[in-house]
C-alpha cells in the first residue's frame, strides 16, 4: 500500500506562484508514474501532469502547458508541481496520484488508473 501527502496549497493572486509537494509512504512506495490531477467543485476530477519515476518523462494538459512544472526526487519519495503563472480557472483541489502501471504516459490521464490517491490540497487564485 502507497501513502500520499499532498502539502503547498493556499491563496494566491492571478499571476502568481505555488509550489505543491507530494511525499510517498508505506510498505512497498515503488510506483512508475506519479500525476497532479485537480477538481473544481462541479467539475470532474481531471489530469494536470504526470511524470515517469524512472527517466523523469513527463506530460501536461494542454491548460497549465508552460505554466505548470512537474518533477521527482526518487530518493526522498517526493514529487512536485511548480504553478507559475496562476489564474482563476486554476482553482481546485489538487491531489497527488501514484500508480504502477506502464505504458506512455500520454495514455495515462484517467484518474482510473492511479489507485492510490491523497487527500488534496486546495489552491485558490483570486481575480
Known amino acids: 500500500q502507497v501513502q500520499l501527502v499532498e502539502s503547498g496549497g493556499g491563496l494566491v493572486q492571478a499571476g502568481g506562484s505555488l509550489r505543491l509537494s507530494c511525499g510517498a509512504s508505506g510498505r512497498s512506495v515503488s510506483t512508475s508514474i506519479m500525476a497532479w490531477f485537480r477538481q473544481a467543485p462541479g467539475n470532474e476530477r481531471e489530469f494536470v501532469a504526470s511524470i515517469r519515476t524512472s527517466d523523469s518523462s513527463t506530460n501536461y494538459a494542454d491548460s497549465v502547458k508552460g505554466r505548470f512544472t512537474i518533477s521527482r526526487d526518487n530518493a526522498k519519495n517526493m514529487v512536485y508541481l511548480q504553478m507559475n503563472s496562476l489564474k482563476p480557472e486554476d482553482t481546485a483541489v489538487y491531489y497527488c496520484?501514484?500508480?504502477?502501471?506502464?505504458?506512455?504516459?500520454?495514455?495515462?490521464?484517467?484518474?482510473?488508473?492511479?489507485?492510490?490517491w491523497g487527500q488534496g490540497t486546495q489552491v485558490t487564485v483570486s481575480s
Open positions: 496520484a501514484a500508480s504502477r502501471a506502464v505504458g506512455s504516459l500520454v495514455f495515462m490521464t484517467g484518474a482510473g488508473i492511479y489507485p492510490y
